[in-house]
DNA sequence: GGTGTGAATGTATGCGCTTACATCACGAGC
DNA sequence: GCTCGTGATGTAAGCGCATACATTCACACC
């Protein structure tokens, strides 16, 4: 009646239960004829080994876990866009690409290395036990940065595997974990130095995140480095900080205008979410971009390819980092006591019309047809 | 040295292994003091509740699991497409956008409900074990039609709740899982109608999914529906069928226009994707849309209003997905017995501006600013 | 002072599997 | 014919926890 176990599987099979265990684990160990009949037995008494079971017999679960921000509490212009009808779900569902991107490249190469993927969304709210919780039910995990805190995520590596994903190595004394980074200082420096130098543009505003979004963070230091580099004055902070969704972006639009003195030539969005939802506004006002406002993104994301002007952005390999977590946990996971490593993934420009680039738009037309 | 246990902090604290149970699971029936001795032992040790031990003494998880596919495979335009640099990678993030949303959806609700969740992609290949081996691990799960077969699911069932998502009760006799729908047929029906009762149009193409997309097949059904509706001739087939992706929309374009006498007024897609690719290909023919050719798509994903003109489509509920398989997997962990349930969602149109309903686009300036 | 009561804690068992070790059958080699 | 090796299978001991049940203790009550 209730769930079949190894023994209902023995028993019908006539062997014992190490036999059946055999026949999942080593299968060739066991003669075809009875791997046969156990397989036979395991498929009509409708038998599936149990992984806590086994997990616990062989201490290793078969799981890797990734715990991310559910960050919807950072956009603080959710309620007012409510009038745009589905704006609002839009705005979510926009500032999870990223996340979004890391869970597939992680659950792809985890798959590949055959291991499920365990996700787990963290609200600033109650950290500690959600992911000790996953914690217990992975042989490794992978923390997304801003989700939990170093000294928590310590505790935990005492027990399995961790690494920390797209956040920096701050205190090499306390912070012994494993790190896959993205180079958001070099992207922001040379999309910067783009502008200044190839563009000739020099009044230029920065759009940031939250200061606790350390992609975001590092990619305002390019910005200033660009700055530097150029002989120009160093904004100290960027110009505004928003929410990283597509309508924070469109709302800076409006701050920016109104408390600036003199209209910027160019805005520099942390990320491509700000910087789309920017694009309409800024039509909407009656700026052309790039004639009369240049606007850059950070990330490539999907849509930024799609919107008009083509926005200008810093692609960064986010599929990359989760495949990187899985390198880095099983590495791990077959030596525990290997140094901390800390591994940097590199960013590439991609120029399209938004910067003043191209003229109209990137659309290549197909060959031939 | 190792990863501490029960016994391990029972031992640093002074109490039993049961005590240090009691403080995970009942922590009121512990003395306050004793809780906080036990507590601090943990702490110090570095302790992590094992979730395989608790799962295999209480016989639950608290994991919920969710199987959906990964298919590249269908784009055959993949390789074509390589010069465009990173259009490969925008390609097959756009396709997955889908699944993003129904994992988010479900990661959100099981979270609520306590529950944490294992996602597990399966490729067109070893689709037994696959979700053979989520099905050890979780307590229920949550298929994407398409995934998994529905006698493979029959027999998992019958050890755990399992629920078909986005595909229909085929065969009430062998099929008694619970389903999540999509009101597909509806929501194509009504599009069509639209097209040609407010529109004027009659002569419309459907580019459709490959045919085991129960989803675009249904959506089709709801195209041929409202021409019988209207007396016009019924397409037995979809005009072309292609790979979900904005690459493959794009490239119906040339087909569509290359195997046609007469260009249709109207080209509806069986997805977003397809008609966001398909905008710009449009554009680079010199045809206006929609003065010259109308657009439609389906699911409105978030691209879907951001592009040039944007696009008029019927909006499904792609979270409410993943919310409803939770609720209905932890209705069938409560009851075993129920009899199986089917839930269809509605979906509702969205009229911008590429049927023409809208004259340039669908930005809403910001009130008062 | 004996007894009942309830709260706090301990004891002991088993969840379903893996795996080291034991056993067994069967030939090969001497 | 006996030993020994080898492949196939069985035996049994946990893995780390939850929990039923037993025990202890303090206290109230008659």
Redesign the pocket.
């Known amino acids: 009646m209730s769930?079949p176990?190894?023994?209902d599987v023995a028993n019908h099979a006539?062997?014992?239960?190490?036999?059946v265990?055999?026949v999942?684990?080593n299968p060739d160990?066991?003669?075809a004829?009875?791997r046969d009949r156990v397989l036979a037995a395991a498929r009509t008494l409708g038998?599936v080994?149990?992984g806590n079971?086994?997990g616990?017999?062989?201490?290793a679960t078969g799981v890797l876990g990734l715990c991310f921000p559910d960050n919807l509490q950072y956009d603080e212009h959710r309620e007012e866009t409510q009038e745009l009808g589905h704006e609002a779900h839009h705005d979510e569902a926009d500032l999870m690409i990223y996340s979004d991107e890391v869970i597939r490249g992680m659950e792809r190469a985890a798959r590949e290395r055959g291991y499920g993927l365990l996700i787990a969304a963290t609200v600033a709210g109650d950290p500690a036990s959600t992911v000790a919780d996953v914690a217990g039910r992975v042989d490794g995990v992978a923390v997304l940065a801003g989700t939990v805190s170093t000294a928590e995520l310590e505790v935990i590596s005492r027990r399995l595997p961790v690494v920390m994903l797209a956040g920096p190595r701050e205190n090499p004394a306390l912070d012994h974990l494993d790190h896959v980074e993205v180079a958001n200082f070099d992207g922001q420096l040379a999309m910067t130095r783009h502008l200044i130098v190839d563009h000739g543009l020099t009044k230029l505003a920065f759009v940031g995140g939250p200061p606790n979004s350390p992609d975001g963070e590092a990619r305002f230091r390019g910005f200033q480095a660009a700055h530097l580099e150029a002989g120009l004055d160093i904004p100290a902070e960027p110009r505004i900080r928003a929410g990283l969704t597509t309508s924070s972006g469109r709302h800076a639009i409006g701050e920016l205008l109104a408390t600036l003195p003199e209209r910027p030539q160019a805005v520099m969005f942390a990320n491509d979410q700000m910087a789309v939802g920017a694009l309409p506004e800024l039509e909407h006002r009656g700026l052309r971009v790039p004639a009369d406002i240049a606007v850059t993104g950070f990330d490539d994301i999907s849509v930024s390819r799609l919107v008009r002007p083509a926005l200008t952005t810093v692609r960064q390999p986010m599929q990359e980092l989760g495949r990187h977590a899985v390198d880095l946990l099983l590495a791990r996971v077959a030596d525990r006591d290997r140094a901390p490593v800390s591994r940097l993934l590199q960013v590439s420009m991609v120029r399209r019309a938004s910067c003043g680039c191209r003229v109209s738009h990137d659309h290549q037309p197909l060959n031939g047809s």
């Open positions: 769930t176990t190894v023994y006539g062997v014992s239960i190490a036999t265990s055999r999942y684990r160990t066991v003669r004829e009875t038998y080994p149990s079971a086994r616990l017999a062989s201490r």
